[in-house]
C-alpha cells in the first residue's frame, strides 16, 4: 500500500462534502483547527452547500458538484490532505467516476467515516492508505488538543502509528492475527460487495460498525458474506459501535454477532470504540495491522 507523503507547516488541507450537508459552524470549527496546527485550510466550492434530493435525502450538492469538490482537492498541488466534513448518503454517486490510476499517481491523505466508507474503499482500490476517522464536528467540539485529533494529526505528519487497548469482554475470541486492516460502515460496504470497490475481503481483518440498522438486518449482512464464502475466511474481526438500533440494547447485537461467528477460528473483539460515538479512534484502513485477544483483552497495532 502507499503512504501518502506527510504533512508540512503550510500544507493544504482541503476540507468537502461529498455526502451530506453539514452544519456552518462545523466547517468552521475545522478550519480554526488546521490554522491552528499551521495548515493552511482550503475550503471546497460546495462544502457548505446543502441540496434535496427526491424529497427525502439532503446531501450537501448535486452528485456533479460533489464530484467537481473531490477533484478539485485530488488534482491542487497544494492540498496535501482530504477531510470529509460529515458523512450521510452520496459519496457512492461519486465511485464510479473517480480515476484510481490518479488517486495512486498523486496519493493524498483522506479522513472521515460512516458514509465515507465508500470513498476508503476507491483509496483501497487506488493501493493507497487512508485514515478512518471522525470528521469537522469532532474539530469543532474538541479542538487540535483532544487525544483522538493529536492521534490524526500524528499519523499524517510524521507516520506516529497509535497502539489501542480495549478491556475484554465476554463475547471475545483470543487469537491473534497480522493482515491488511478494512472495514467502516457495514450498511456501505454491503453496497459495495461484488464490484471493484469491496472492502471485505477474506484474509482481511475487518472492522464494523453502523448506526440505526436492527439486529435482524445485520444478521441479514453477516448471513450474505457467510454464503459469499467471506465471513468463514477473515484474519480477524473487530466489532465496533452499533447504535441507535431499536431499544438501543447492544447485548443483542453482540449475541447475535457472536453466534453468526461461532464456527470459525479467527480472533473477535467486541465493543471496540469505532462508530457513530464521541470517542471513534482513527483506524488507519489498508495499511498491516496486528490483533491481539487474550484474556486481558484486546490490542491493536499498526505498520505503514
Known amino acids: 500500500m502507499i503512504v501518502p507523503p506527510f504533512l508540512q507547516p503550510g500544507d493544504g488541507v482541503a476540507i468537502i462534502s461529498p455526502s451530506g450537508t453539514v452544519l456552518s459552524e462545523r466547517v468552521d470549527g475545522a478550519i480554526q ?13 460546495h462544502a457548505r452547500d446543502e441540496y434535496h434530493l427526491y424529497e427525502v435525502v439532503t446531501h450537501s450538492a ?3 458538484h460533489r464530484l467537481d469538490d ?23 454517486h461519486l465511485l464510479e467516476h473517480l480515476d484510481t490510476d490518479y488517486i495512486a499517481s498523486n496519493p493524498k491523505w483522506i479522513a472521515g467515516f460512516s458514509d465515507i466508507s465508500a470513498l476508503h474503499a476507491a483509496w483501497h482500490r487506488a493501493g493507497v492508505v487512508s485514515i478512518h476517522s471522525s470528521m469537522a464536528k469532532h474539530l469543532w467540539l474538541n479542538g487540535t488538543s483532544d487525544p483522538l485529533s493529536r492521534i490524526c494529526y500524528d499519523i499524517v505528519t510524521r507516520g506516529k502509528l497509535p497502539h489501542y487497548q480495549v478491556l475484554p469482554h465476554p463475547h471475545n475470541r483470543c487469537g491473534t492475527a497480522t493482515a ?3 472495514g467502516g460502515n457495514l450498511a456501505v460496504l454491503m453496497g459495495l460487495l461484488a464490484t471493484p470497490f469491496n472492502l471485505i475481503k477474506p484474509g482481511n481483518i475487518i472492522f464494523i460498525e ?16 457467510r454464503l459469499a464464502g467471506i465471513l468463514p475466511q477473515l484474519a480477524g474481526l473487530i466489532v465496533g ?5 431499536r431499544g438501543d440494547d447492544t447485548t443483542a447485537m453482540h449475541d447475535m454477532i457472536a453466534d453468526m461467528v461461532a ?8 465493543n471496540f470504540p ?7 479512534i482513527p483506524i488507519v484502513e489498508g495499511a498491516m495491522a496486528t490483533l491481539n485477544v487474550s484474556d486481558a483483552g484486546a490490542s491493536l497495532t499498526f505498520n505503514l
Do not use: M
Open 33 to 45: 483547527a488546521f490554522e491552528q496546527w499551521g495548515f493552511v485550510p482550503l475550503l471546497g466550492k
Open 62 to 64: 448535486p452528485w456533479q
Open 70 to 92: 473531490l477533484r478539485w482537492a485530488l488534482r491542487n498541488p497544494q492540498v496535501k490532505a482530504i477531510l470529509c466534513s460529515r458523512g450521510g448518503f452520496g459519496a457512492v
Open 180 to 182: 491488511t486492516i478494512t
Open 210 to 225: 453502523d448506526v440505526a440498522e436492527q439486529v435482524y438486518q445485520v444478521q441479514r449482512q453477516l448471513y450474505h458474506l
Open 241 to 245: 459501535q452499533f447504535t441507535k438500533h
Open 263 to 270: 464456527p470459525y477460528s479467527y480472533p473477535v473483539a467486541f
Open 274 to 280: 469505532i462508530g457513530h460515538i464521541v470517542r471513534n
